[in-house]
């Protein structure tokens, strides 16, 4: 059984081993203990912390493997992206160019620097050991997020969105960074995100990108194919976010090109198709209906989520769990709990 949980200091040195792990699809994982180790710390001063609106708070998870107790994944999400700045993408725009002389009038297609997503709740990070064999803990990591966003969500904005990692090369290099960003920060694609650390608020940003919009037809070919397009390593996630509900929109990352997913809570399985039901010991209820997956996440004071199959709950007052379910969630029967199809 797998538990997702919050991270805690004893994590540290498991997250410092994922970060030693060539991950080209994810760039916003920290990667140097110094990186982890105050990202651990935020994370923990946040689900500490009394929320009555969203602000700087960062919300780290791990994917527990309780066989084993070993730390093999890792998800979070902030409660408002650029919190500490301005988040910066850029916006597929639409130019109208009209010339009354030539009786000319066309489209062209443009990118433009933007600030319009800072403020929003942002997923990041997501992170798990041999995606390619993953099961549904996959699925557990990513939705548990939005779960404690639901049983909090005082703590959290009304829209979500999610930056997927763009197109790399096998020494990865970005064909997006190489034609537009290369030219202004006079780096490397890699030296780049080193500096800025994943992050997308930096103030170095809008200093030094374009703040006039760049027309996508001057791109050459690699760059403009690679635009919107997401890393094969994100392909696990890209699957998993879709199916919750989040979709591509006029956003793309201003580093490599990667789409940007977003979407209003209310589109998502974890808020739209959750339901709070009381625990109930396994067994006792009657009834022979063929059991269901769920995700089911405890309470906002001692959060923790697990898979597991049992009858379905959508007509009925309890959700029947066993001892070990119970135990993974530090709850028993009588407790509420919030749970949502897989």
Same mark, same amino acid.
């Given at each position: 059984?797998?538990?997702?949980?919050?991270?805690?200091?004893?994590?540290?040195?498991?997250?410092?081993?994922?970060?030693?792990?060539?991950?080209?699809?994810?760039?916003?994982?920290?990667?140097?203990?110094?990186?982890?180790?105050?990202?651990?710390?935020?994370?923990?001063?946040?689900?500490?912390?009394?929320?009555?609106?969203?602000?700087?708070?960062?919300?780290?998870?791990?994917?527990?493997?309780?066989?084993?107790?070993?730390?093999?994944?890792?998800?979070?999400?902030?409660?408002?992206?650029?919190?500490?700045?301005?988040? /910066?993408?850029?916006?597929?725009?639409?130019?109208?160019?009209?010339?009354?002389?030539?009786?000319?009038?066309?489209?062209?297609?443009?990118?433009?620097?933007?600030?319009?997503?800072?403020?929003?709740?942002?997923?990041?990070?997501?992170?798990?050991?041999?995606?390619?064999?993953? =099961?549904?803990?996959?699925?557990?990591?990513?939705?548990?997020?939005?779960?404690?966003?639901?049983?909090?969500?005082?703590?959290? =904005?009304?829209?979500? /969105?999610?930056?997927?990692?763009?197109?790399?090369? =096998?020494?990865?290099?970005?064909?997006?960074?190489?034609?537009?960003?290369?030219?202004?920060?006079?780096?490397?694609?890699?030296?780049?995100?080193?500096?800025?650390?994943?992050?997308? %608020?930096?103030?170095?940003?809008?200093?030094?990108?374009?703040?006039?919009?760049?027309?996508?037809?001057?791109?050459?070919?690699?760059?403009?194919?690679?635009?919107?397009?997401?890393?094969?390593?994100?392909?696990?996630?890209? %699957?998993?976010?879709?199916?919750?509900? /989040?979709?591509?929109?006029?956003?793309?990352?201003?580093?490599?090109?990667?789409?940007?997913?977003?979407?209003?809570?209310?589109?998502?399985?974890? /808020?739209?198709?959750?339901?709070?039901?009381?625990?109930?010991?396994?067994?006792?209820?009657?009834?022979?209906?063929?059991?269901?997956?769920?995700?089911?996440?405890?309470?906002?004071?001692?959060?923790?989520?697990?898979?597991?199959?049992?009858?379905?709950?959508?007509?009925?007052?309890?959700?029947?769990?066993?001892?070990?379910?119970?135990?993974?969630?530090?709850?028993?029967?009588?407790?509420?709990?919030?749970?949502?199809?897989?």
């Amino acid at each position: 059984m797998y538990v997702v949980r919050p991270v805690e200091r004893a994590d540290i040195g498991a997250l410092e081993a994922m970060a030693t792990v060539s991950i080209p699809g994810v760039h916003t994982l920290p990667r140097t203990r110094e990186a982890i180790v105050a990202s651990v710390e935020r994370s923990i001063a946040s689900f500490a912390a009394h929320v009555d609106i969203p602000s700087e708070e960062s919300y780290q998870f791990v994917l527990e493997d309780l066989r084993t107790r070993e730390v093999v994944g890792t998800s979070s999400i902030h409660a408002s992206a650029g919190s500490n700045g301005t988040y /910066f993408a850029f916006r597929n725009d639409v130019i109208q160019q009209v010339s009354r002389d030539l009786n000319i009038s066309h489209s062209v297609h443009a990118l433009t620097l933007c600030s319009e997503l800072t403020a929003y709740s942002h997923l990041s990070g997501f992170y798990i050991r041999n995606r390619d064999s993953a =099961g549904l803990e996959a699925a557990l990591l990513s939705r548990a997020r939005l779960l404690y966003a639901v049983t909090a969500p005082q703590r959290f =904005g009304d829209r979500f /969105f999610v930056p997927l990692a763009g197109v790399t090369d =096998g020494e990865g290099q970005s064909p997006f960074w190489n034609a537009l960003g290369r030219k202004f920060f006079k780096m490397d694609f890699l030296d780049a995100e080193r500096v800025i650390d994943g992050a997308r %608020n930096r103030t170095l940003i809008v200093e030094l990108m374009p703040h006039y919009p760049v027309y996508v037809p001057l791109l050459p070919g690699d760059a403009q194919a690679a635009l919107g397009q997401i890393h094969p390593s994100g392909q696990l996630a890209f %699957n998993l976010l879709t199916e919750e509900g /989040f979709e591509a929109d006029e956003y793309i990352d201003i580093f490599d090109g990667g789409p940007i997913l977003q979407a209003h809570k209310k589109a998502l399985r974890s /808020f739209c198709a959750s339901h709070v039901r009381q625990v109930e010991n396994a067994g006792r209820a009657a009834g022979s209906e063929e059991p269901v997956t769920y995700a089911v996440a405890s309470s906002e004071q001692n959060f923790r989520a697990v898979i597991t199959s049992c009858p379905p709950v959508d007509s009925a007052q309890a959700i029947c769990l066993s001892r070990d379910a119970q135990q993974a969630l530090g709850v028993s029967a009588g407790d509420s709990v919030t749970c949502v199809r897989i």
